[in-house]
């Protein structure tokens, strides 16, 4: 493990991590809910350091998740690995100055990093409502970031599918470049499973102008009912090919593997299409990235 260093001087901006033309990883994890669950965490976040992440993010409010633990994961896992922390935030139910206490609790907890997000309707509403003396957008959200907390990099979600509430592709691509131009340091992608679609987007913010490193998003699905939840949730297409080899077999063991062998033939292609790093959705595991990353040259911290 290559020790991080806290001093002011030598902190990486966000960005800095894809400039060296190897492909840096980062993991994604998700609050808990459970005390059992938190200690498989930490077991996880051990296992995974091995691939180098050039940093970890937790989300804040995913699916339901309560926001107050998001700090206490990046605290500990600031602890087990020495390496940046991203802290996601979005502006669900919040007002400006809510978004501002939070950001300053993230400052003292030690997080460098914010992924910075409207944020998702709350369970069982179906479009997002802005809150009184909050953000309607997440371009806002940046702008406050960038004016209050000059010192923390931030990252900006990205849609190779288009954003579902969008009017149409380049009105989403315009609102992504807002966000941009409002101080987002990199662009995370939503989750996808043909890499086709990434490439035409990344063509597309090129052409727009959008001159950040671009970092593709990947979720490993371990199995069908899992691929199908996600897949709704987040507005991603499964293509007919993994639909298909995954349904080939109820096997648990099967679907892991067909799960797996998808992620990794995503990654290696992705490496050869030179992405300047890769974001993966570990969802608190690390088998499925264990068994897609082994033998893969990448990550360097
Ligand atoms: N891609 C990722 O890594 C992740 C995405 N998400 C989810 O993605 C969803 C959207 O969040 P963000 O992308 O941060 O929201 P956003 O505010 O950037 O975009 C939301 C929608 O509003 C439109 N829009 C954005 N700015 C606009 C403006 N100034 N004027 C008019 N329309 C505008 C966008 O085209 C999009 O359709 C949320 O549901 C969030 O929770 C959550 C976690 C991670
Ligand atoms: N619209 C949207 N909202 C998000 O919160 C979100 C995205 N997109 N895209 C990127 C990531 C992916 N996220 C996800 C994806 C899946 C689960 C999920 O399936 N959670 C299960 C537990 C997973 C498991 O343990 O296997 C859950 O029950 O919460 C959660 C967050 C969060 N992020």
Redesign the pocket.
């Given at each position: 493990m290559i020790p991080y260093d806290e001093t002011e001087n030598h902190r990486m901006s966000l960005a800095s991590h894809y400039q060296d033309g190897s492909c840096a990883i980062s993991f994604e994890l998700f609050p808990p809910r459970t005390e059992k669950g938190m200690e498989a965490l930490c077991e996880n976040v051990r296992r995974l350091t091995q691939f180098m992440p050039a940093y970890f993010t937790c989300?804040y409010g995913?699916g339901g998740s309560s926001q107050g633990t998001t700090l206490e994961v990046l605290r500990k896992v600031r602890e087990i690995t020495g390496l940046p922390v991203a802290s996601?935030l979005?502006c669900v139910g919040a007002t400006a100055e809510d978004l501002e206490d939070y950001l300053a609790q993230a400052t003292q907890t030690g997080v460098e990093y914010i992924?910075?997000?409207?944020?998702?309707p709350p369970k069982g509403e179906s479009a997002?409502k802005m809150t009184d003396g909050g953000f309607?957008?997440?371009?806002e959200l940046v702008e406050m970031i960038r004016s209050k907390f000059s010192n923390l990099g931030i990252a900006?979600?990205?849609?190779p599918e288009v954003?579902?509430?969008?009017v149409d592709a380049q009105?989403?691509l315009d609102?992504?470049k807002?966000?941009v131009d409002a101080g987002g340091d990199i662009i995370?992608?939503?989750l996808f499973y043909d890499n086709a679609d990434f490439y035409r987007f990344r063509d597309k913010c090129v052409a727009a102008g959008i001159n950040v490193p671009i970092v593709p998003?990947i979720l490993p699905v371990t199995n069908f009912a899992q691929a199908d939840r996600i897949a709704s949730m987040c507005k991603a297409r499964i293509p007919n090919e993994l639909r298909e080899a995954m349904t080939e077999s109820e096997d648990d063991k099967f679907q892991f593997e067909v799960g797996v062998q998808h992620a990794r033939m995503q990654t290696a292609d992705l490496l050869e299409n030179d992405v300047p790093g890769i974001h993966y959705y570990v969802l608190n595991k690390s088998d499925a990235a264990e068994a897609l990353l082994d033998g893969m040259q990448l990550g360097s911290a």
């Open positions: 989300t995913a996601h979005t992924v910075a997000l409207r944020g998702d997002f309607r957008y997440a371009n900006v979600a990205g849609y954003h579902q509430e969008a009105t989403d609102n992504l807002r966000k995370i992608t939503q998003g």
